[in-house]
């Protein structure tokens, strides 16, 4: 059964760092590629990172270019987010997804987590 648990969240101040993680059972890491996304409260879900299964490669949204970096331990069947720089409109539950190419989009993604909460906060 494939299952994906996130981790890591919690309240930062604004300006701070938190590292996300995705721990992820019931299938091979390599194969796939991974997102992340949040989703604020009354805000439609909204893709920030993606990683490549292939080479690594990755995508990300405009608004945590430079700040927020993806990356993957296939050893560890973990995929993690670095979220630095942090602002208040980072303020989501975030979560990791399966998916089978480098994507933004929601809809093609087959597997999530539950989520994690993120609050950036003074």
């Known amino acids: 059964q494939v299952q994906l648990a996130e981790s890591g969240g919690g309240l930062v101040q604004p300006g701070g760092s938190l590292r996300l993680s995705c721990a992820v059972s019931?299938?091979?890491?390599?194969?796939?590629?991974y997102g992340w996304f949040r989703q604020a409260p009354g805000m439609e879900r909204e893709g920030v990172a993606s990683?490549?299964?292939?080479?690594?490669?990755?995508v990300y949204a405009d608004s945590v270019k430079g700040r927020f970096t993806i990356s993957r331990d296939n050893a560890k069947n973990t995929v993690y987010l670095q979220m630095n720089s942090l602002k208040p409109e980072d303020t989501a539950v975030y979560y990791c997804?399966?998916?089978?190419?480098?994507?933004?989009?929601?809809?093609?993604?087959?597997?999530w987590g539950q989520g994690t909460q993120v609050t950036v906060s003074s």
């Open positions: 019931g299938f091979t890491l390599d194969y796939y590629a």
């Open positions: 997804a399966t998916s089978v190419g480098l994507s933004l989009l929601s809809w093609e993604y087959d597997f």
């Open positions: 990683i490549s299964s292939s080479d690594g490669s990755t």
